[in-house]
């Protein structure tokens, strides 16, 4: 037996010893397992979940954390690399100062493949959630052709992006709660901003430098003061960063003045949760790479009752908050400022040791209230507007019956009928790119009766232990309509299983499966509104033809469900 069914035994045999006062060798006989091994746990010389070999390089909650941040990731269609997930490992031994025989590896405390491989064995359900291979970087000419093709597409990708936003904070109950919906990002200042054409001999020498700001607004027009990323590693001890500038600044040093990953988690922790008020949950829509969200990060955001949601990347104009909010006017009152200090003060330039008291002026003057709510309006953020809809306004539900989802052998979950699961594109680089998977609920959003429901009586694995997880994939032959119905025509696609495992038959199988396998019997329900309803109906009938089987499918007319808009 595996470790986790042999700690299912040995809590099974302790439970019958104290509960039904059974001696030691009849639990031990029951439960398969050796009378030594249990005496040993019913005496509590050694803990119930203690294995042989040496002690784990991190404790069991630990993994089950880091595992919960691969899986947010994936969530936002951020896989996280192999060097990556064991960078972050060493970052958590390395920031409590633990001894371990990673200790005395070079570099120290940096895991190695057989660590990563037992990882994977003790955790089965983070194989799928690690991108095992890096695309090459495209050449300038594919970029090229590639930004042209992203900026064409951005308005609807908007439109899709708008749409899960709007359901985000739906689901959560921020609708009506302007000051729990946050937006972040940042901007760079020159310290000799360009003020124009003057007259007089040119200075080569001068090098511009430039000093990041970061600004938080909320779609109720409040702000968080400014943070500042000084480019420099140690400052001077009698140089006060902030003197003179705006009340509760803060700022960060670094070598090169960037906003990664540590700047972005020190951001998070130490001002924005300190400066925004105490009322939890709020949502943080933040713009820039998937990397800022680390494993630190992402312990910050849940412990403070964070929600991050990633803007839209490539739609900056649509979306960017705060370059419409604060960084616009911000800008053109900088030039101005930095002309007047340098009038005022001959001689003088705004140096990193002068830019927080020229900085505060400017920010004092530019950032209003109505500017911030106008923005949140104008990118239709806040109020959400609701989905287009023509006639009158309904939504059809379309129905494939008579489906299944495949790879039950492999994540053997098995949810109950007429729980509704989620469809979400697979991000991986396969054979399909259409390719989806089957995700369960997360915990919220599962009815509290069913939260002890039996998903498999063999690991007595409960529903509320595998909320969120993933626990199966999209038949191949169904997975590009499905795609075009959810990603092309903005429909909602959901599964509902209605049966117990069979054995695979055609046409179920997946495109690289091969030997003895196990689908669930399920249900497709496909919500769209009536503009694309037939568009969606060619794509399911088209699948239907495909498989050359009967699939029933539930007419608009006769299959409706009426949704107010």
């Given amino acids: 037996m595996d470790r986790k069914e042999r700690i299912r035994a040995l809590e099974g045999a302790f439970r019958d010893i104290k509960e039904k006062k059974i001696s030691q060798r009849q639990a031990a006989k029951k439960w398969g397992i050796p009378k030594s091994t249990l005496a040993d746990r019913v005496r509590g010389r050694i803990a119930m979940d203690r294995r042989s070999g040496p002690p784990p390089v ?13 899986t947010d990731m994936s969530h936002k269609g951020c896989h996280v690399s192999k060097a990556h997930l064991m960078k972050t490992v060493k970052q958590i031994l390395d920031s409590n100062g633990r001894i371990t025989p990673l200790k005395y590896k070079s570099p120290p ?44 597409a951005t308005k609807v990708e908007f439109e899709r992006w708008l749409a899960g936003f709007s359901r985000f904070l739906s689901d959560h109950g921020f609708l009506d709660k302007p000051l729990r919906i946050w937006s972040c990002g940042k901007q760079g200042f020159t310290l000799q901003p360009k003020t124009g054409k003057v007259l007089g001999p040119v200075n080569k020498s001068i090098k511009s430098t430039q000093i990041s700001v970061m600004a938080c607004i909320n779609a109720g027009g409040g702000v968080v003061p400014p943070y500042y990323l000084y480019p420099m590693k140690v400052r001077r001890k009698t140089w006060n960063p902030l003197a003179g500038d705006v009340v509760g ?21 130490n001002h924005f949760v300190n400066h925004i008020p105490p009322t939890r949950p709020v949502v943080l829509l933040y713009d820039g790479d998937d990397s800022h969200i680390d494993y630190r990060t992402f312990s910050v955001a849940e412990e403070n009752q964070i929600l991050l949601y990633r803007l839209l990347p490539n739609a900056s104009q649509l979306v960017q908050l705060c370059e419409t ?39 004092q003057k530019s950032v209003n209230m109505k500017h911030i709510i106008d923005a949140y309006h104008k990118a239709a953020l806040y109020p959400i507007k609701p989905p287009k809809t023509t006639g009158n306004g309904t939504t059809s539900q379309i129905i494939l019956l008579n489906s299944v989802i495949n ?62 997880l993933p626990m199966g994939h999209v038949p191949h032959i169904l997975a590009e309509e499905l795609y ?49 309803s037939s568009d969606v109906c060619s794509l399911i009938q088209a699948a239907a033809d495909k498989i050359n089987e009967k699939i029933n499918i539930t007419s608009c007319q006769t299959a409706v469900n009426v949704v107010e808009s």
């Fill in 58 to 70: 991190l404790s069991n909650a630990e993994e089950r954390k880091l595992v919960d941040w691969l």
């Fill in 484 to 532: 075009k119905c959810k990603f092309h025509l903005t429909a909602k696609v959901t599964c509902c299983v209605t049966g117990d495992p069979v054995q695979t038959v055609l046409p179920w199988s997946s495109i690289d499966e091969t030997g003895d396998a196990a689908v669930l019997p399920a249900s497709y329900h496909i919500y769209v509104d009536e503009e694309n």
């Fill in 109 to 152: 405390n940096l895991p190695g493949s057989s660590w990563y491989h037992c990882f994977l064995k003790r955790n089965p359900d983070a194989k799928m959630l690690i991108n095992r291979k890096v695309e090459h970087k495209k050449s300038k000419a594919a970029t090229k052709v590639e930004h042209k093709k992203t900026k064409e």
């Fill in 325 to 363: 909010a604060v960084f616009s006017s911000l800008k053109k009152v900088w030039t101005e400022v930095v002309s007047e200090f340098t009038t005022d003060n001959p001689d003088t330039d705004v140096t990193k040791m002068t830019f927080a008291q020229v900085f505060g002026s400017a920010w």
């Fill in 249 to 269: 600044a803060g700022c960060y040093f670094s070598e090169l003045g960037w906003m990664d990953s540590p700047a972005f988690s020190s951001w998070l922790e």
């Fill in 407 to 468: 790879g039950y052998h492999v994540y053997q979950i098995r949810p109950p009928d007429n729980l509704e699961l989620e469809v979400r594109k697979e991000y991986k680089t396969g054979k399909d790119e259409y390719a989806l998977m089957i995700y369960l609920p997360e915990l919220a959003k599962i009815p509290q009766e069913l939260h002890g429901v039996i998903t498999n009586e063999t690991r007595q694995l409960k529903l509320f232990q595998v909320a969120g």
